[in-house]
């Protein structure tokens, strides 16, 4: 049988790590959005619930993938919902000085919600093994390649935001963090493309890494936010 699970160990690290720091990552927006009820919070916790989820499906993916067809659709899976998730985390920025409602939220959860069905149902109309076979080299490569877009748009926003006017220099340090996390996500998504044109499991390593250094970044930034 084709050992699809190599580094196994190594990878549940990695994904137990990523789900920890998201959660991190999710309680502090939930206490700021009490405090504050900023609306665009609220896309960047659908971001942030999503990314815990596609965490999970990797985790899924090391704890359960011995078969092909478990090996394979649980990345499929992860390579949508972290899809959505920068997208989600994307539309927080955007909408960071603009009237977001909450009509508007679940305008954009619906249209997710089609989209990926419509996605999917069209995907899995295929043969099983055709899905096996084409996903990764398809699929696989376009949706990590949007991320790497979506995560541009990010940080060119977070950018603009954090040196557009002078701080203080420990708030200057916890903003820099922020940048920081998600470049080197957009570091991990530039090794999930190659993973999905070479099909290499140091690649895919390195990617797991990087998202987990990446989120190790964002919610040190958000602690040290909040102790200030």
């Known amino acids: ?53 596609s965490a999970a499906f990797v985790l899924l993916n090391r704890l359960f993938g011995q ?16 899809t959505a998730a920068f997208a989600f985390i994307a539309l927080s920025y955007y909408f960071r000085n603009r009237d977001l409602s909450i009509t508007r939220i679940i305008t954009f959860i619906l249209i997710l919600v089609g989209v990926l069905s419509v996605s999917l149902v069209f995907f899995f109309s295929f043969t099983t093994t055709t899905v096996l076979s084409v996903w990764r080299p398809t699929i696989g490569i376009y949706t990590y390649s949007i991320n790497l877009v979506i995560l541009a748009y990010i940080i060119y926003n977070i950018y603009i935001t954090t040196f557009s006017k002078a701080k203080k220099r420990m708030q200057l340090l916890s903003d820099i963090l922020i940048p920081l996390g998600f470049i080197t996500l957009t570091a991990g998504q530039i090794f999930w493309v190659y993973w999905g044109f070479t ?29 200030n």
Request: no cysteine; charged share 10%.
């Open 1 to 53: 049988m084709t050992e699809f699970l190599p580094y196994s160990n190594i990878f549940m690290i990695f994904q137990i790590a990523t789900i920890f720091l998201v959660g991190t990552i999710l309680f502090f927006t939930v206490k700021a959005y009490r405090i504050t009820k900023e609306t665009f919070l609220l896309t960047f916790m659908i971001g942030f619930i999503l990314l815990e989820i």
């Open 67 to 82: 078969t092909a067809v478990i090996y394979h659709i649980t990345f499929l899976i992860q390579a949508a919902l972290q």
């Open 199 to 227: 099909d290499t499991n140091i690649s895919l390593l390195l990617a797991n890494l990087l998202f987990a250094i990446g989120l190790g970044f964002l919610s040190t930034s958000l602690l040290r936010i909040w102790r």
